[in-house]
């Protein structure tokens, strides 16, 4: 302890000399002094991100390059607040606003972040059981008749062994976060990787191009379906399911750049290190490095090549059988589904065109074995399309489960008032490992039972987002929390006009993506969440004047 002591003393002295130093200066120091920053960038660059990405390229093209970085931007943002108001006063979040804000809106907080731990755990388990089977041809079910379970103790095993090397003290913490840094490296570099592969056939100028916003495909489909549309039976219904599907894609993103439980893992991080105000400028730069730029980064690269090999394209198997490959098995229930709408609103004396067919076909969802399989044919490769994309793939879902167990040990320890590093933090932080190893195998795969899983748990999430950014809003404007460190000034009215703007974006995005999943159960559990944080504000108020 004494060693931690010193350790955080000299941190703290260094970051004070360097405080008045040049910007390039600090940002060599606050480089290896980083850490909190790379536990969100871990936890980001998940399975929900790739398959974002990958599809956000094959509805949009390079048209939708802006979009994730500028969410992200909105999502480094709220972080920064979270982060700035808990070194400033040292206590922690949760305590913070059930004593400052609203006991309804902490519990929530907190509710939510385990439910989407303990869910989100699956797909991570799916995702890198599918990819040491199908990149790496390990443990397949072919030759293995449990290899799915063997896939799955093995992610179990070693993320639970990292996790458990953050709980072994100073040194621990240290160690994990080395760790972290060179998987989500690795991530960034396997998917940077792809890009030089495919350099040579890339549309740079419309690549750039793309990280320009444009708002105007909100209203209208990406450019590149304009022409297909106009040849096609009906324009009026492919318009409406291209804008529909490229719609629903833009707003979910706007609200799960960030996920409700990243903004429970980064105060407590912070904490876990002994960080403090001498710390606010270290943790926005670590942000940026740790959290940002590898999330730009790759899903920057991950957008480009499904845009590259996906958008306005198709299997030529779907339409021609002579043609078809094992690739193409794959994406036929969903082609006979696309092909089935329209045959729904030609009718029966009407046969879809072969326009209507081939927008079938460019519509269906490719998940990241349909994107490593076209590299394979671009390259002729496949060393370089399986392995290099397989282990970012696998890279992206072991160091997500990780970090899922991480912020639900924190998650157990503030539910159960226990103390970090005791025997329940210990079984808290393996809790989403058991059911995700479990559950990828026994409930993922089961349509039913996966609906019963998502739908609340994504629901529950995303009216707790923007209501964490209420929270987050009210936090930083309270000056019984924030004392002396509320922002003054020109600061002030500067930072809560962002915070704004990020919150009618997280709003807009929830909102949208709640009546998508739930529809009027949805806005119905909206409303009952903020009536019970309404009656326990004014029961709390009157308490307070009681007194």
Same mark, same amino acid.
């Given at each position: 302890m004494s060693d931690s002591n010193d350790n955080l003393a000299v941190e703290k002295t260094l970051l004070a000399e360097v405080s008045q130093k040049p910007l390039l200066s600090r940002w060599g120091t606050y480089t290896k002094l980083s850490g909190p920053g790379w536990l969100q960038g871990a936890i980001t660059l998940g399975g929900g991100s790739l398959g974002g990405s990958l599809y956000l390229g094959v509805i949009g093209g390079y048209e939708l390059l802006w979009l994730q970085p500028l969410m992200m931007i909105f999502g480094v943002l709220m972080l920064s607040v979270i982060g700035y108001v808990t070194l400033s006063t040292g206590e922690k979040p949760f305590q913070a606003i059930n004593k400052h804000i609203n006991p309804v809106l902490? @519990?929530? @907080?907190?509710?939510?972040?385990?439910?989407? #731990?303990?869910? @989100?755990?699956?797909?991570q388990f799916a995702l890198g059981t599918a990819a040491i089977q199908q990149n790496f041809k390990l443990f397949s079910e072919d030759n293995w008749k449990y290899g799915q379970h063997i896939c799955a103790a093995i992610l179990f095993i070693v993320g639970a062994t990292v996790v458990w090397s953050y709980d072994s003290g100073n040194k621990g913490v240290k160690y994990f976060e080395i760790i972290l840094k060179v998987m989500v490296g690795i991530v960034v570099l396997s998917f940077f990787g792809v890009i030089i592969v495919?350099?040579?056939?890339?549309? @740079?100028g419309a690549i750039f191009a793309g990280f320009i916003p444009n708002f105007s495909l909100l209203s209208e489909p990406a450019s590149k379906f304009t022409e297909i549309i106009a040849k096609s039976s009906d324009p009026d219904y492919w318009n409406d399911v291209i804008l529909s599907s490229q719609r629903d894609r833009m707003v979910t993103a706007a609200a799960t750049a960030v996920g409700i439980n990243m903004t429970f893992l980064l105060p407590y991080s912070m904490l876990r290190k002994g960080w403090g105000k001498e710390h606010r400028g270290l943790a926005t730069f670590d942000l940026s490095i740790g959290l940002f730029m590898p999330f730009f980064l790759a899903t920057t690269c991950v957008v480009i090549a499904s845009a590259s090999q996906f958008h306005g394209k198709y299997d030529e198997g779907l339409l021609d059988p002579a043609k078809k490959t094992a690739l193409t098995a794959k994406l036929q229930v969903a082609y006979d589904k696309n092909l089935s709408g329209i045959q729904a609103k030609l009718g029966e004396a009407k046969e879809p065109n072969d326009t209507d067919k081939q927008l079938a076909a460019m519509l269906v969802s490719r998940d990241a074995f349909q994107l490593a399989g076209s590299l394979e044919n671009l390259n002729g490769n496949k060393a370089v399309s399986q392995i290099v994309f397989g282990i970012g793939v696998l890279g992206m879902a072991l160091s997500t489960i990780i +970090?899922?167990?991480? +912020? #639900?040990?924190?998650?157990?320890?503030e539910m159960l008032g226990a103390e970090i590093g005791g025997i329940k933090h210990k079984i808290g932080s393996i809790v989403p490992g058991i059911t995700g190893a479990l559950g990828s195998i026994y409930l993922w795969s089961n349509a039913g039972a996966k609906f019963w899983l998502v739908v609340p748990t994504s629901v529950f999430g995303m009216?707790?987002?923007p209501i964490a950014y209420i929270t987050f809003f009210l936090m930083i404007n309270s000056k019984s929390l924030m004392g002396d460190a509320l922002p003054q000034g020109n600061k002030r009215i500067a930072l809560n006009i962002a915070m704004l703007v990020a919150l009618v974006a997280a709003t807009i995005g929830a909102g949208w993506s709640i009546w998508s999943k739930a529809q009027w159960a949805g806005v119905t559990a909206v409303g009952v969440f903020i009536l019970v944080a309404v009656v326990a504000h004014f029961l709390r108020s009157g308490r307070s004047t009681e007194k």
């Open positions: 902490g @519990w929530g @907080w907190l509710v939510a972040a385990m439910l989407a #731990n303990l869910v @989100w755990a699956m797909p495919m350099a040579g056939e890339l549309q @740079w +970090i899922l167990m991480l +912020i #639900n040990g924190f998650v157990v320890t009216v707790l987002l």
